[in-house]
C-alpha cells in the first residue's frame, strides 16, 4: 500500500510528564487525565480543539473509557498496541490522519501504576506474558521476556564478540545522564564495576542493565500546521515515520542480531530526506542494555557488530557525539511500562531546548539540537516505530 502523501504537516504542539516515580496515590486512569491536562496547557490549545485521541494499555475498550474519563468526544481513535512501540506507531497514525484531514488535534496519552500495583500486591512481576496462541510452543522452556532478549543479546556478543563491559558501560552512561533530571528515579553515578557486580537477572543482564519499574504518564498533542500560530510553544514537525513488524515467537525470528527498527529507521530516515548522520539527538527504547545496543546498529548510526564499540568512551552522553536518552531512559528515569511516549516527550523537550542545565545537548557549535529521532521497540523485538523530528 503506497503511503498517505501528506497535504497538511503534523507538528507537536504540547508535551507533558504526570507525576512520575514513586506514586502510591494515584490511580492510572488519574496519571491519565494529569498527563493530558498538562499537556494541553503546554500547548496553548483548548481542550475543544482535541478531535482525536490515542491510547493503549488500559480499560476494557482502550481507548474510549480513557476518552469518557477525559470528557473527550473524538472522531479519530486509535488503540493499536505492539508494546514499546506502541507509542512511535499511533504518533506514526496521527500524523497521517492530520495530513489527510480526517483529524486536526490528536492527543496521544498512557498513564501506570506498574510500580505502585506490584508494591500493593495487585499484580505480579509479570515475567510472562501467558500460553495462549504461538506463546504456548515456547512457554514450556522459560521463555519469560527477559529471558528472551538476554539469549539475543549473548548471540550478538557470539557472532561480533561484544563485551560485557560494553553492555555495562550504556547503564552507566543512562545514569549520568539521568544526574540532572529532576523526575528521573535514579540518579546517583554508577561504573562499569557496579553494574557488572550486580545480580544476575537473566546471563548477561545483571540488574542494572534492566530497565527499573516506575510509576507515571505522559502526553504528547499533534496538530495541523494550521493550529501552530495559536500554540503557546514553537512546533515540533513530524518529518517522517516508519513502522515495522518482526516476529511472535523467537523461533521465527531470522536473526537474533536485527530488530525491526532495520526496517522502520531506513523507511523514516527516507521518508524525513535525511540521514542518521544528521541526528543530533536519539531516544532509543531501552528495556535493556542490549536494546540500545542493536538499535544504534540498526538505524544506521554504526555497522552491523558495531555496536559496542561505538557506545563506548562516553559516546551516549550529553556531550557525547550522540546523546542517547538524555532523559536517562528506562534504565535509570522511569519505566512505567509501554516507555516509547516518553521518548517523544523527551526528543521535543531537548528540541525546544528545555531541558534542565546539565543535560540540554548542543550542537557543536553551540546552537540547540535541530533534529531527533525517537524509536521505540515492542515485545521482545517483536515491532518496531521511528519517528524523525526537527524544529524550525
Known amino acids: 500500500m503506497a503511503a ?21 496515590s494515584a490511580t492510572p486512569y488519574d496519571l491519565h487525565a494529569q498527563a493530558a491536562r498538562r499537556a494541553l496547557a503546554d500547548s496553548g490549545l483548548p481542550r475543544t480543539a482535541v478531535d482525536g485521541l490515542a491510547s493503549a494499555g488500559l ?40 495530513a489527510a484531514g480526517h483529524a486536526n488535534a490528536v492527543l496521544l496519552v498512557y498513564g501506570s501504576t506498574a510500580r505502585a500495583d506490584l508494591k500493593a500486591g495487585r499484580r505480579t512481576a509479570g515475567l510472562s506474558y501467558g500460553t495462549r496462541g504461538p506463546l504456548q510452543f515456547e512457554a514450556p522452556y522459560g ?10 543479546a549473548r548471540r550478538h556478543m557470539h557472532e561480533y564478540g561484544t563485551t560485557l563491559r560494553q553492555l555495562a558501560g550504556i547503564a552507566v552512561q543512562a545514569r549520568a545522564n539521568a544526574l540532572h533530571n529532576p523526575h528521573a528515579m535514579y540518579r546517583d553515578p554508577i561504573t562499569v564495576d557496579d553494574v557488572l557486580d550486580g545480580p544476575v537477572i537473566a546471563d548477561p543482564f545483571t540488574k542494572l542493565q534492566c530497565c527499573i519499574r516506575s510509576d507515571g504518564g505522559c502526553a504528547v498533542l499533534l ?18 515515520a516508519g513502522t515495522a513488524v518482526s516476529h511472535t515467537t523467537m ?19 527516507e521518508r ?12 532509543l527504547y531501552d528495556a535493556f542494555t542490549y536494546m540500545t545496543l542493536v538499535t544504534l546498529e540498526d ?4 555497522a552491523k557488530g558495531e555496536g559496542g564499540a561505538f557506545a563506548e568512551h562516553g559516546r551516549l552522553t550529553i556531550g557525547g557525539g550522540l546523546p542517547v536518552n538524555t532523559d536517562g531512559g528506562g534504565l535509570s528515569a522511569c519505566h512505567p511500562g509501554m516507555r516509547g511516549l516518553f521518548l517523544l516527550v523527551e526528543a521535543v523537550r531537548q528540541l525546544r531546548g528545555e531541558a534542565e542545565e546539565g543535560r540540554q545537548v548542543r550542537r557543536p557549535d553551540g546552537e540547540l539540537p535541530r533534529i531527533a529521532v525517537a524509536s521505540g521497540t515492542g515485545g521482545w523485538f517483536c515491532s518496531a516505530g521511528t519517528l524523525v523530528l526537527a524544529r524550525d
Open 223 to 240: 496538530a495541523g500546521e494550521d493550529y501552530v500560530a495559536d500554540a503557546a510553544r514553537p512546533p515540533v514537525w513530524v518529518l517522517g
Open 59 to 98: 480499560g476494557t475498550l482502550a481507548p474510549l473509557e480513557i476518552a469518557d474519563h477525559l470528557g473527550l468526544r473524538p472522531a479519530w481513535t486509535d488503540s493499536t498496541s505492539v508494546g514499546g512501540a506502541t507509542w512511535e506507531v499511533m504518533a506514526a497514525h496521527a500524523a497521517d490522519a492530520i
Open 4 to 24: 498517505v502523501r501528506r497535504t497538511r504537516k503534523a507538528a507537536v504542539l504540547g508535551i507533558a510528564l504526570s507525576d512520575c516515580g514513586r506514586v502510591d
Open 251 to 269: 523461533s521465527e525470528w531470522e536473526d537474533f542480531t536485527v530488530s525491526p527498527a532495520a526496517r522502520s529507521g531506513p523507511l523514516a530516515f
Open 143 to 152: 521463555h519469560t521476556l527477559i529471558a528472551k532478549y538476554a539469549m539475543a
Open 299 to 302: 538505524l544506521g548510526f554504526c
Open 272 to 283: 524525513a530526506g535525511i540521514t542518521p548522520a544528521e541526528v543530533d539527538v536519539a531516544e
